[in-house]
Every structure is written in structure tokens, then in C-alpha cells.
């Protein structure tokens, strides 16, 4: 058994695989472009979480709320090597990993949405 890489180019041109990833990347520049245009940067403090039945439990910087869009850039980043690692074992754990990263991005952009709306 030899230990080798699969080509990343032949793992890109994968149609489902290209397909989650881009649209897992589209959301995550949707979060970027979402937050970095609509909240003032200014020194005030912002809303980073809401509680129903609490109302506002956290505030903090401008710099805090860019861990949202931060988090999602990092998990499709890890799960997209991750899958690239092991799509040679293993055709169906980069799927997997892709659409958990897909999921994941569905949620921070709605969370990203919501504080927007928060802090306008």
C-alpha cells in the first residue's frame, strides 16, 4: 500500500464536492459582506447574543463579532483538507465533511443575519 495524496485538482473537479464547497463559500462571503456593510464600526458596544427569555446576554467589539464569519471560513478550510486527505480511502467522508461545513454556514449566516438586525 502506498501513501500518497490524492491530486487536489482530479478532488476539485468533483461535481457534488465543488458543488458544497462553493456554496458553502458563497454563504461564508455572504456573512462577510453582510456584517462588514450594514454594523458601524464604531468603539460602541455591539450585540453578540440574544437570549428569548434574557433579551441581550453579551456585547462586545466590532472585532468580536467578526468570529462568526471567521469560524465558518475555518471550518470549510479544515473539513475541505480533511476530505481532500482522505478521499483516497474513502469516497464518501469528503462528502460528509463538505455538507456538514455546508450546514454550518447555513447556521452562522443565519446568525450573522440576526445579530445584523439586532444591531441596526
Not at 15 to 26: D, E, F, N, R
Not at 88 to 102: C, E, G, I, R
Amino acid at each position: 500500500m502506498s501513501i500518497g495524496i490524492y491530486p487536489l485538482k482530479l478532488y476539485a473537479q468533483r461535481p457534488l464536492l465543488s458543488g458544497l464547497a462553493s456554496s458553502s463559500l458563497v454563504l461564508n462571503v455572504g456573512i462577510w459582506v453582510w456584517i462588514l456593510s450594514e454594523i458601524p464600526k464604531t468603539g460602541d458596544q455591539i450585540v453578540l447574543h440574544y437570549n428569548i427569555i434574557f433579551g441581550v446576554d453579551r456585547v462586545g467589539t466590532f472585532q468580536e463579532l467578526l468570529l462568526i464569519p471567521s469560524l465558518g471560513l475555518g471550518i470549510l478550510v479544515v473539513n475541505y483538507i480533511l476530505g481532500w486527505l482522505a478521499f483516497k480511502y474513502d469516497s464518501f467522508m469528503p462528502v460528509l465533511l463538505n455538507f456538514s461545513a455546508l450546514l454550518a454556514n447555513v447556521f452562522l449566516f443565519i446568525n450573522g443575519l440576526l445579530l445584523v438586525f439586532l444591531n441596526i
